[in-house]
Nanobody, 124 residues
C-alpha cells in the first residue's frame, strides 16, 4: 500500500509564499515519478509540476513557471512544492501524485496514487 499525505497549505496574501510537502509511505520513494496538481471549485484538475524519480527531470506549467519549484528529498521520502509570488488565481486544492515508473508525466491520468489534498487560499 502506498500512501501520500500533503501538508503546508493555508491562507496567504497575494505575493506571499507557501511550501507544500507530500510525505510518501510504502514502496521506496525513489521508485516513483511524482507530480503536483491542483483543482479549483467547478474547474478541471490542472497540472502544476512534475519530477522524475531521481529528480533529474522537472517540468512546470506555464502558469507557475518562475514562481513555483518542485523538488524532492528521497532520503526523507518527501516531495515539495515551493510557491512564491502567489496570486489569487492560485487558490485551489493541491494534490500530490505518484507513478511507479521512470520518466516524467504531466497528465493526471498517468498517475496511480493520489493524496487527499491541501487547501491553498490566496487573498487579494
Amino acid at each position: 500500500q502506498v500512501q501520500l499525505v500533503e501538508s503546508g497549505g493555508g491562507l496567504v496574501q497575494a505575493g506571499g509564499s507557501l511550501r507544500l510537502s507530500c510525505a510518501v509511505s510504502g514502496r521506496t520513494f525513489s521508485s516513483y515519478a511524482m507530480g503536483w496538481f491542483r483543482q479549483a471549485p467547478g474547474k478541471e484538475r490542472e497540472f502544476v509540476a512534475a519530477i522524475s524519480r531521481g529528480g533529474s527531470l522537472k517540468s512546470h506549467a506555464d502558469s507557475v513557471k518562475g514562481r513555483f519549484t518542485i523538488s524532492r528529498d528521497n532520503a526523507k521520502n518527501t516531495l515539495y512544492l515551493q510557491m512564491n509570488g502567489l496570486k489569487p488565481e492560485d487558490t485551489a486544492v493541491y494534490y500530490c501524485a505518484a507513478r511507479l515508473s521512470s520518466g516524467i508525466y504531466t497528465q493526471g491520468g498517468r498517475y496511480d496514487y493520489w493524496g487527499q489534498g491541501t487547501q491553498v487560499t490566496v487573498s487579494s
